[in-house]
């Protein structure tokens, strides 16, 4: 027997351990292979080892379980391949905190094997954080088979690509700019870059050109201390004021070196002076200009940002910002500082250290990315893999089709180490482990050399590269690499397309000779119910699990779900998470008043059997929205998947339905009450499964809890078959039962709008009706006065003077309300209301029309003062329709 209420707190954990102990999750059962069930695969986008379970994290893995609930309900063998991520440097930093909190040594007093130990030990205990978290969410993982991007096979498959990708000259090292973090003391990815906007200055020097006494050329900059590493001034070869100066030389201001005056497009006209310093060591722009023009590179910063020795003796060991101020000052001193400007700037920081990023010329390790690109380019140009929303194809092909080589190492210790061996002269030995290593120096010098291994670790995005297949076992040939590569959709957020997406494409079709997926679903962001990017420092953060813990997974799950249109973030609010669960509420309760009118499964069911005209339209429902559900999830369109769920139960079965088959239930026709129950039970089976990919714990309750009675059917819901239908559409039917609807909406509508009491019965009259509404009114006469509180319903040539009137198909309806309601106060109420609401939005207009709050106002506040001025202009057109009418009754 069902409770009272559906309390998720007491159900999740039982019914999820349920599932996961027996075996559900797991791919390959050998009687869904035995009868050729296709397989159906995902992999999971790896969470950091060390994270917890974001707002982000919730939407990205509700739409991958939809979609695996849904496929495995028909019948594929489905394999969602969890696993997480070593996450280098966020894992490395939280041990060492952990190790200055207590107080020990650090990580270079313990050396690399005792802190690579300690981490692994932390991994142990503390590294489950994310996956419990997201069972508590209802991921339907096969967690048999969850992986590590440092566990011993996902490490033996990235030596192997290492080794492979340098035989083949597409691995190598070089000394390009990186994006350095002093503070962690690492090379960096882009996407561990947080650009800030910053108040800064812009200091305009006068750089004295060789030979012409009293002639300067102006470059500005907002990082003076770059200066002394300058190699060049850059100007346009169009900029008639520097043309005589291509090619001559300036003198450094504090340095002496004389470094020339060249013609690049880099250099802007328009901006500023037209003339650029040129800093290739320190600045990626300038990068490429030093190489257009083959201009040294000078380095001028050591790896804690200090200045090193390659500037004058003044300002060595200097930190880069004591060193900006003695620059300005000496510049200053000898009269060659014009001008100091305030200036707006974006800075980039380092997301763990928080602090200032350097672009530092050092020696790395790289990937010839844009030789990769060329074939994952291909692939996207041919449709062997679709972006959904198709836009995303302009940015992938954007980015990859202007790639740069890739920077893979790192300066941790935690991580894959670089298979990369040294001879005391520099030559590098890269070999699968240390015994081949010395084989390959021994084969090649002829005597045993001294090797020692390279400390940098690979960028964490080179072993997620390769998780489609590694996971699946490579670069053993297993089994589950054959039957489940390539995978079928990578959901996925669109801030890592180029980071993970283009990557995994690269090395996919590099080494498996295939993409790794036929599409890629991008979602957008979650934000806040305001449309604000979520942030701690804006305190706005919305936790998942705290909606969880208040609102069950369901609820969550749903609201997410019903809100990720395609291309359109998700803004979240509490009331649509407490209003889906009262979604959940309204079927539970649908539920148990199937169960107080003892509708339960029979074994001759058959739903396209059944006679009454109710029967026969809710069938047909059960087809239309199985259909449209289907096509919808097929089509990565979850809001719309979500939203037909949701008409369909609320709307369609719990307000109609099960409303309309009231009469039934407590009539005296045995036959029609017997079809009834049945019908009921078997569409609250239907849309229980239908809802299961959105809603799984409530739907699997009430599954368990019903299956109790009636017909057996499967044990779990989980595991029951996805609704497909034919041949329930009956269109007589449809047609009838629409029209019932739609005349109890009218006039229920009419009576909002008049204000006419809730208990008052009021007789309806009908002119104009034909033969066949006069059947189908007398086919629900009871019915109709039932639910639209009629008192009789008379069909006349002539509607009674005063009678309100609406138009149903060919016929027009008249309700005679004078003796329920005075008309005068009637209008006198809604001309008061009108008035009221021309008031709030002459108040509004008065807003929005002030310039100085429209300035300063936040966006959010601005865009509340709309929609309320929006929501009281479509309350006053309904008043207003609703006076006409009353004024038309006279």
Request: charged content about 30%; proline content about 4%.
């Amino acid at each position: 027997m069902l409770e009272k209420t559906f309390r998720p707190q007491d159900v999740e954990e039982r019914l999820y351990k349920t599932w996961e102990s027996s075996g559900a999750f797991k791919a390959g059962d050998p009687k869904r292979v035995e009868a050729g069930a296709a397989p159906y695969t995902i992999v999971i986008p790896p969470p950091n080892v060390t994270g917890s379970l974001h707002m982000g994290h919730a939407l990205n893995n509700t739409l991958q379980d939809i979609l695996v609930r849904f496929e495995r309900m028909r019948g594929k063998d489905v394999l969602w391949q969890p696993g997480t991520d070593h996450a280098g440097i966020a894992t490395q930093m939280v041990v060492e905190r952990q190790l200055a909190e207590e107080g020990n040594i650090g990580r270079r007093d313990m050396g690399r094997e005792a802190f690579v130990e300690r981490i692994w030990k932390w991994k142990e205990e503390s590294g489950g954080t994310i996956t419990t978290q997201l069972r508590r969410l209802g991921a339907s993982c096969d967690w048999s088979r969850e992986r590590f991007t440092m566990d011993e096979g996902l490490s033996k498959a990235v030596q192997k690509v290492f080794v492979q990708l340098h035989k083949e000259g597409l691995i190598y090292k070089d000394k390009r700019l990186v994006n350095w973090d002093p503070t962690l003391g690492t090379a960096i990815s882009d996407l561990e870059v947080e650009q800030k906007e910053v108040q800064g200055s812009l200091w305009h020097f006068r750089y004295p050109i060789e030979g012409e006494e009293g002639r300067y050329i102006v470059v500005a900059t907002t990082r003076p201390e770059t200066m002394l590493g300058d190699t060049a001034v850059a100007v346009n070869a169009d900029d008639e004021r520097y043309k005589d100066l291509i090619g001559k030389n300036v003198v450094l201001p504090l340095v002496g070196r004389l470094i020339p005056i060249v013609a690049d497009e880099h250099a802007d006209p328009e901006q500023g002076s037209g003339a650029v310093k040129i800093t290739p060591a320190h600045d990626f722009n300038d990068f490429e200009v030093g190489r257009r023009h083959d201009l040294p590179k000078i380095n001028i910063l050591d790896a804690k940002a200090c200045l090193n020795d390659e500037v004058p003796e003044k300002y060595r060991g200097m930190d880069r910002y004591v060193a900006r101020k003695a620059i300005v000052a000496d510049l200053d001193a000898l009269g060659l500082l014009d001008k100091i400007d305030d200036h707006t700037l974006m800075v980039p920081y380092g997301d763990r250290s928080n602090d200032v990023i350097e672009p530092w010329l050092t020696d790395q390790w790289y990937v010839d990315a844009p030789t990769l690109a060329k074939p994952a380019i291909e692939a996207v140009e041919r449709g062997q893999t679709q972006f959904v929303p198709k836009t995303w194809d302009k940015t992938y092909f954007e980015w990859m089709r202007n790639i740069q080589p890739w920077c893979i190492s790192r300066q941790l210790w935690w991580g894959h180490q670089i298979p990369a061996w040294y001879t005391p002269d520099g030559e590098i030995f890269v070999a699968h482990d240390e015994e081949e290593a010395y084989q390959l120096a021994r084969a090649k010098h002829g005597q045993n050399v001294e090797l020692t291994r390279d400390e940098d670790v690979l960028d964490t995005w080179f072993s997620s590269g390769l998780w489609p297949f590694s996971t699946l076992g490579w670069p053993d040939e297993t089994p589950e690499l054959a039957r489940h590569y390539k995978t079928d959709v990578l959901v996925t957020a669109f801030d890592i397309i180029f980071f993970w997406v283009a990557r995994m494409m690269m090395m996919g079709l590099h080494f498996m000779k295939d993409v790794p997926f036929h599409t890629v679903y991008v979602h957008a962001l979650v934000r806040d119910e305001h449309g604000a990017k979520m942030s701690k420092s804006k305190g706005n953060v919305v936790d998942p699990l705290g909606l969880i813990d208040e609102y069950g997974a369901d609820a969550l799950r749903f609201t997410l779900a019903a809100m990720a249109a395609q291309g359109r973030d998700v803004k979240l609010s509490t009331s649509r998470v407490e209003g889906y669960r009262n979604f959940g509420t309204k079927l539970w309760n649908a539920a148990r008043f199937c169960e107080m009118n003892e509708c339960v499964r029979t074994a001759d069911f058959d739903a396209s059997k059944v006679e009454q005209t109710l029967n026969q339209w809710i069938v047909g429902e059960v087809q239309k929205t199985a259909d449209k559900i289907t096509e919808e999830i097929e089509g990565y369109r979850f809001n719309e998947a979500a939203n037909a769920t949701y008409r369909f139960i609320w709307n369609i079965f719990c307000d109609w339905y099960v409303e309309l088959a009231k009469p039934l239930l407590q009539g005296d026709d045995e036959a029609a009450k017997a079809e009834t129950r049945a019908t009921a039970a078997w569409v609250l089976d239907q849309a229980t499964t239908l809802l299961h990919p959105f809603m799984p714990f409530l739907t699997e309750e009430l599954w368990q809890k019903t299956g109790e009675v009636g017909t057996p059917r499967a044990a779990m819901l989980m595991l029951s078959e996805w609704p497909r239908h034919t041949g329930l559409v009956d269109a007589k039917a449809e047609a009838e039962m629409d029209w019932v609807i739609r005349l109890i909406t009218e006039v229920r509508s009419v009576r909002a709008e008049m204000n006419v009491p809730a208990g008052a019965k009021v007789p309806l009259i009908l002119k104009g009706a034909n033969a066949a509404t006069e059947e189908r009114l007398a086919r629900h006469d009871g019915l109709l006065c039932r639910m639209a509180r009629l008192s009789n319903i008379s069909i006349s040539a002539e509607l009674p003077e005063g009678s309100l009137q609406f138009v149903i198909d060919e016929a027009t309806g008249g309700l005679p309300i004078a003796d329920v309601i005075d008309l005068s106060a009637e209008k006198e109420r809604l001309q008061k209301a009108m008035a009221k609401l021309d008031g709030e939005i002459k108040k509004i207009d008065g807003k929005l029309g002030n310039e100085k709050f429209i300035s300063k106002a936040p966006q959010a506040v601005i865009n509340e003062q709309r929609e309320r001025k929006a929501t009281a202009e479509a309350e006053k057109a309904k008043l207003a329709d609703a006076l006409a009418k009353l004024q038309a009754a006279g």
